[in-house]
């Protein structure tokens, strides 16, 4: 199965742009191809600000915004930075080329150009883009479990340990002349334990969705089970016997199916 891929290719010439197109949505180069067209740099930054492709072509010489400026503006834009970007002009003097190389593009290749060159460099700019892509994800993905680690260490410890001189507090103290009062700073202390102890099991749970640990935790351990509306009634009953004060009503999940849990 090939790897979908997007080029965003940038010809205000339509017989050209239609011929390069094709040619691209056929190419046998590993890749299923899908090509976006513009005729100048201003369209293709309208397409870009709601599709970014994995690879830019373009000429140079074009109406309204021409080729070198479309360029600086990807290049100088955060999410659009990393796509590879292809020149493909008329502009075949030495000086042009030279700028054409030094204005940041990966490729300049003149025109009239050989077909399956021009494949063959597309593939392996399409090979580096993904490439890339894969290392940053990677990257990403070690971050946010250091994040994770760090998170499980740096906060919890420490909560840990408050929690527990407050229960040693508690239970160890027995004459204290305002003890009112440190009842009172003492249940502060637990209140904001447990709270930020709850903000900080949200963040680490979000964090465990976004990098697909629940997901493969979910995938790993699941496992369908029959009794879904007893399961539920043993915790229904174990609440109510928990908080008298809170009335809980239940209704019966008889006759389900088996729930993948």
Not at 61 to 81: C, I, N, S, Y
Not at 169 to 183: F, G, K, Q, R, W
């Amino acid at each position: 199965m090939h790897t979908s891929a997007t080029i965003l290719l940038v010809e205000d010439d339509e017989s050209l742009q239609e011929g390069i197109h094709d040619l691209l949505e056929i190419a046998d180069c590993g890749y299923e191809i899908q090509v976006l067209t513009a005729a100048d740099g201003q369209a293709g930054l309208e397409i870009m600000r709601t599709v970014i492709p994995d690879l830019i072509i373009s000429d140079i010489m074009m109406p309204h915004m021409d080729g070198l400026e479309f360029l600086q503006v990807v290049r100088g834009t955060t999410q659009w930075a990393h796509v590879p970007f292809i020149f493909l002009t008329a502009k075949g003097k030495k000086q042009d080329i030279r700028r054409g190389r030094l204005s940041g593009a990966e490729l300049y290749i003149t025109k009239p150009f050989n077909s399956n060159e021009l494949i063959e460099l597309v593939a392996t700019q399409l090979n580096r883009s993904f490439e890339r892509q894969a290392a940053q994800q990677s990257h990403l993905h070690s971050f946010k479990r250091s994040m994770l680690q760090l998170l499980n260490h740096e906060f919890r410890t420490p909560l840990t340990y408050v929690t527990a001189y407050y229960e040693m507090l508690t239970d160890s103290l027995v004459v204290y002349e305002d003890m009112e009062n440190l009842d009172a700073y003492l249940k502060g202390i637990l209140s904001g334990c447990v709270r930020l102890s709850r903000l900080i099991e949200a963040l680490i749970l979000v964090m465990e969705i976004r990098t697909g640990e629940v997901a493969a935790q979910f995938a790993a351990e699941a496992r369908p089970v029959e009794n879904l509306a007893d399961i539920v009634r043993r915790v229904v009953e174990q609440r109510t016997a928990a908080s008298p004060h809170i009335t809980f009503r239940y209704t019966g999940l008889e006759n389900m199916p088996p729930v993948w849990v």
